[in-house]
Structure formats: C-alpha cells, structure tokens
C-alpha cells in the first residue's frame, strides 16, 4: 500500500488529490437533483483530460509539471461527484414506490439485524425474497386484485410487529428471530422522514442503511392468510442471532436495572435499550458520544488490543514471533482486527464500519517505509471514507472527529513531541505528563469544538468538560471492556452497573446547576464561521494575548441578535412534521403553538414532532417559552408531541379541547 501510493504521488500530490475527492463528494451532495445524462458525460470527459494532463507531466521537467500534476490530482473532484450521485441513484431508485403507500401486501423474507422490542411492538428489519398482493402467497387469494400497481418492493424494509401501547418484558413464543424466514401481510408505508432543522435526519439514515420503506404487520379479524407464519430456520445473520440471544441473557441476569440498558448498547449495539431519561441525561452533560457504539469506542477498543497485544509480542514465550514479525505490526494488525470483531458483534452499525475503514486505511498506510505527516494522514482518510460512504460528510459526527483530531495536532505545544519516553521517566513523572496532557486534550477538544456543537445541535452542555472528564476514562476503560466481557463471563457485568451507577451520582450535582446547558439561538453565517475561527484562535499555542481576541469572536454566535416581526405584523411557520399539522404564530412579543404534529408509531415509539422538529425549531428561533399552546383536540396527529413539549419548555397558557381528566391537562409545563 505505501509503495503503491508513493508511485501515485509521483504523478500527483497526495493532499490535492484528497481534497479534490472531498470537494468534489461534498458539491454532489448539495444538489437538489440527480445529474442529467448529459452531465455525467461532461464531468467524464473532464475527467480523462486531467488525467491526461497529468500522464504527460512525467514528460515534461521544471515548475510546469509540479502544476500539470495538480491539475491531474483535480480529476478526481468530477469522479467522486459522479460515483456518489450514481450511488444516490442506485439508492433513491430502491424505494417504495408512491402508489404502494397503505398498500396491503404479503412478502416473504429473513428476519435480519436485532430486532428491537419497543413500547410494547417489536421492530426489525426483513429482507425481502418474495411478494406478492394479500393471500397469494399462501396459496388462498383472499381479496379482490386491487389497480394494476406492479408490485416490486424495495429489497429491504422495517417491520413494526405488534400492538403498540402494551407494558412488560417482550414475549417469548412468537417473536421474530434474526435468521428466521417468516411470512408477513404488511401495511406498506414510506420511511416516516420530516425535513429535519436539528434533529436526525431519517431520510439519511435509512438510505445510509439501505432501507427502502416500512411496513406494519397486519391480521385483520377472520383472515386466516393474515396470520404471521415462520416458515424456516435459515442459519442466516448468525451474529445477529448471537446477539439477540446475548441480550435476552443479559436483561434476564441484570433485570430492570436502568444501567442494563447502557450494558447492552455499549456491548450489543442495541441502542434502544437505554432508556429516554437516560438519553436526556447523557445529552443534557454532553455524554451522548459516549453511550453507543461510536469511534471512540472503536477506537480506544482497537488501542487496548495493540497494547495488550505488543506486550504478548515482546514478552511472550519467545523471539521467534519478533523474528517473524516485529511488535509494532503486529499490535497494529491485530489492534485493527479487534476493532473489526467489536464493530461486527455490535451490530456493524455506519459509524463503525466508518472507524474501522478509517483505522484499516492508517494501518495500511503505516506498513510503508514512509512517516506520513498527520495533516496529509487526515486529508487521506478522510478521502478513502467519503468514497466508501459519500453520506458520511452529511453527519455531524464525522466532522467532529477530524475536526478534533486537527485541533489536537495544531495546539500541541513546540516540542512536546520530543519529550522523554514513558519507559525512561519515573512512575510519578510519567504520571503528572499523562494527567497533565488529559487534561490538555480535554480542554482543547472541549473549547474547539463547542462551536461545531452549536452549530450542528443548537446547543452545548456547559458542564461538558468536568464531566467527560471523569466519564471518558470510566466508560472507555471500564464499563466498555467489562461490559464485552461479561458477554463470556457474566459476573463481569455487576462491576459494570456499579461503575454507571457512580457515574450518575456524579452528574447530579452538575446537572442539578441551572445552567448546565446552553441553547442559543442560530447565528447567522458570518457570525458562524467568525466562531469556528475563534475556537481555532483559542487552541493554538500562543500567547494569551493572541488567544484572548477569540472571545469577542465568540459573542455573535453564542449570543446572536434576535429577529422578529416589526409590531403589528405577524410570522406564521408551518413546519414539516409529516402526517399532522402544527403552526407557530409569532408577533413581536409573543409566540403562539398551535398543535404540536403527530407521534410517529402507533404510541409514539418512534419518538414524536414534539421532539424531533419542534423543540429544535423553537431553539433555532430563541424561543425560551411559549406564551400560548393550543390543542385542537387530542387526535395524535395533532396532539401526539405535546407531551414532549411541555416537558421541554415552559407554557404561560394553554388552551385545549381535552376533556376534563386527561393527561395533558394536568401535566407541568418546563
């Protein structure tokens, strides 16, 4: 791989030819639409004439060539543009066809992925063999053949099975099991996707995972065809089915403790399993990095491994293992095919498959005889993952990682680089360097990138720094790794609750603090990257002077100037919640909610507009209360995200249509 690439280099520089793939993935993705026939022919053909442009620099000698070799590197600014709007294609075209929609289908196919049991229905994922319109599967047509609607379905789709709105564990006759062949009559519906302002984005998400539509089991009364039947045991997605048994262990040794959920997410994947309150608690102190499967745990995973494996290397029953190959590759390797194992046991989810492309790419890049320099390092994975996954710079959590990884390299003071080895330095020494360089990097990344944070979520948690400083060692090197062996030896997992139940009696008094996070509301663009700046401007290592210029910086985007409608003059914004309705009225001095849009899932086990679109409009806007809330009535597509709402922000008055006694009458505002 090294070889390989310092022959590329030779014909065009490295760090052009990486933004060139970055610029050109990132233009594609801003498009409104797919590129015409003709576009796509232009851009190749501008493509084969850098290239040629730069095959004949290695005829030509002097300054010319130097810019007849970046010119070539640019050519692949229009190749990434077309590879990633073929794959927008290819991903766009495996979609529900619009005329399905409501559609009442049979289909046949494997259970695959973890399925998840939710607010009393199980969610899952099938892969789709066979379809065909109600009772033709099964040999009993049941209905009358509906409008002549070719009936081909995406090849994967999201399975909702059950009545939602039931309590208690998840039953065990008759639940979907990965690798199971099941036959299904299913509700067909799009993937429920609002346009989001800061809240996830499921349109992305589910073309990230390659789901094409969702469906709701269906068994209408008298219809025996209706009626789910598992047809085989296939022996397919093994480790899915590994997984589901695991956790079904894992909550029958552990119970209904609340960390019970936090074990299986860090070791399963299985994020559903922490709890709402949990999820606001780990957001509200900036920890929700820390509470699923994310490249930090990848990555400190693949750390621990290398380290342990080095050590066995060195000291193990002999040379000849140095002999065969020497101890930094082999930690690396193997650190690398840890990351690997975690990443598949945990469910193979975007962002791990994104670190463990990106841990691979560095590998590979390190078996070579050349010390790359980091900047060029970064610019080269980042460039690999965006052709492997084009999706990956729509998510704030790429972004951060390089972003942090940068601030790191560029605040690191003069010299630190050559300060004595550990190995050379006593233990207490050695000791204060390492708290001492935590420290630092905490400081950095928690300064730099707040204003990444704002401008993503609209909001930062003010106790981020004394608390992940205590909860990144704790859930990296505790709770994670007791937590994945406890898959083999369960006692193991005891430690593991205790070590989260400590850490949420440390939270408490930081969250307990009014201010514990901050919600400005959104800056315009030049006060935007007038912040970015100021972050830069704060890490880097020089004087306090210097430095100090970023706070000014700071102001516009942390406190930004409010606009509203001049008096007598009214705002109406009718945000997209999907299948519902809400509208937000303001003046110049009030703010006015009028419906709060649907809960998505029959009991909101999708979450609900309250939570995903509204709450994140209002904070984008400066909206710290609202001064009316109306109900028109208690249908979920009106009411279903009330309840996230007034739990969220504070209500001076709210009228409804409710009758006497129901639950969100008597409910507190804030």
Do not use: K
Not at 214 to 239: N, S
Request: charged letters at 15%; one cysteine or more; hydrophobic letters at 50%.
């Amino acid at each position: 791989m090294g070889a390989s690439l310092h022959g590329v280099s030779a014909v065009m520089p490295l760090g052009v030819a990486a933004g060139a793939v970055l610029a050109g993935t990132l233009l594609q993705l801003q498009q409104p639409r797919l590129l015409a026939p003709p576009e796509r022919q232009a851009l190749l053909a501008a493509a084969l004439l850098l290239l040629l442009l730069a095959w004949a620099s290695g005829r030509i000698r002097g300054g010319r060539r130097c810019w007849l070799q970046r010119l070539g590197a640019l050519a692949l600014a229009p190749v990434a543009l077309l590879l990633t709007d073929l794959r927008a294609e290819a991903g766009l075209r495996d979609r529900l066809d619009p005329a399905l929609q409501d559609r009442l289908v049979q289909v046949e196919g494997v259970i695959v992925g973890l399925p998840v049991w939710r607010e009393g229905a199980w969610r899952g994922q099938i892969e789709v063999e066979r379809a065909g319109w109600p009772g033709t599967l099964s040999g009993a047509r049941v209905a009358a053949a509906p409008e002549p609607v070719p009936l081909v379905l995406p090849r994967r789709l999201q399975v909702f099975w059950g009545e939602s709105g039931l309590s208690g564990p998840p039953p065990r006759a008759g639940a979907p099991r990965a690798g199971q062949r099941w036959r299904l009559a299913l509700r067909l519906r799009p993937v429920e996707a609002p346009a989001p302002l800061h809240g996830p984005d499921l349109a992305l998400r589910a073309l990230e995972e390659g789901l094409g539509g969702q469906g709701r089991v269906v068994q209408r009364r008298g219809v025996a065809a209706d009626r789910p039947v598992l047809l085989a045991e296939t022996g397919q997605a093994r480790i899915d089915r590994w997984r589901q048994d695991r956790r079904e262990h894992l909550f029958s040794v552990l119970g209904e403790r609340p960390a019970a959920g936090v074990i299986a997410g860090l070791s399963l994947g299985d994020q559903s399993a922490i709890e709402r309150e949990d999820w606001a608690l780990f957001r509200l102190a900036g920890l929700s990095h820390l509470m699923a499967i994310s490249g930090l745990h990848v990555t400190m995973f693949a750390w621990l491994a290398g380290v342990l494996i080095a050590l066995l290397w060195r000291h193990g029953p002999g040379p000849g293992l140095m002999l065969i190959c020497p101890a930094p590759r082999a930690a690396r390797l193997g650190g690398m095919l840890a990351a690997l194992g975690y990443a598949l046991l945990s469910g193979w989810g975007v962002p791990a498959q994104r670190t463990v492309l990106m841990l691979a790419t560095v590998a590979l890049l390190r078996e070579g005889a050349r010390d790359w320099p980091m900047p060029r390092l970064l610019a080269l994975v980042a460039a690999v993952v965006a052709l492997a996954d084009p999706w990956a710079l729509l998510q704030p959590g790429f972004w951060l990682s390089f972003v942090a990884v940068a601030l790191l390299i560029a605040s690191e003071p003069p010299g630190a680089r050559m300060r004595t080895r550990p190995a050379q330095q006593p233990g207490a020494a050695w000791l204060r360097e390492s708290l001492r360089a935590l420290l630092r990097s905490q400081w950095v990344a928690t300064l730099g990138l707040a204003p990444w944070t704002l401008l993503f979520f609209q909001q930062i948690s003010l106790v981020g720094l004394p608390a992940n400083l205590v909860a990144i060692p704790l859930i990296t090197l505790v709770v994670t790794p007791l937590a994945l062996l406890g898959l083999l030896l369960e006692p193991l997992w005891l430690p593991a609750v205790w070590a989260i139940d400590l850490l949420r009696l440390m939270l408490e008094p930081l969250l307990a603090w009014p201010g514990a996070a901050w919600s400005p509301a959104a800056a315009p663009v030049w006060a935007q990257a007038l912040g970015l700046a100021a972050a830069v401007l704060l890490t880097l290592p020089w004087p306090w002077a210097l430095r100090l210029l970023a706070v000014p910086m700071l102001l516009p985007l942390l406190w930004p100037a409010l606009e509203r409608p001049q008096p007598g003059h009214f705002e109406l914004i009718v945000p997209d919640v999907g299948q519902g309705h809400a509208v937000l009225v303001r003046t110049a001095g009030h703010d006015l909610l009028h419906d709060t849009g649907p809960a998505y899932g029959r009991q909101g086990e999708a979450g609900d507009a309250g939570e995903r679109v509204l709450l994140p409009l209002l904070r984008r806007l400066g909206v710290r209360e609202l001064d009316h809330l109306v109900l028109s009535h208690r249908d979920s597509d009106h009411s279903g995200g009330a309840a996230s709402l007034l739990a969220a922000l504070p209500v001076r008055l709210m009228h409804s249509s409710l009758e006497p006694g129901h639950a969100l009458r008597g409910r507190p505002a804030g």
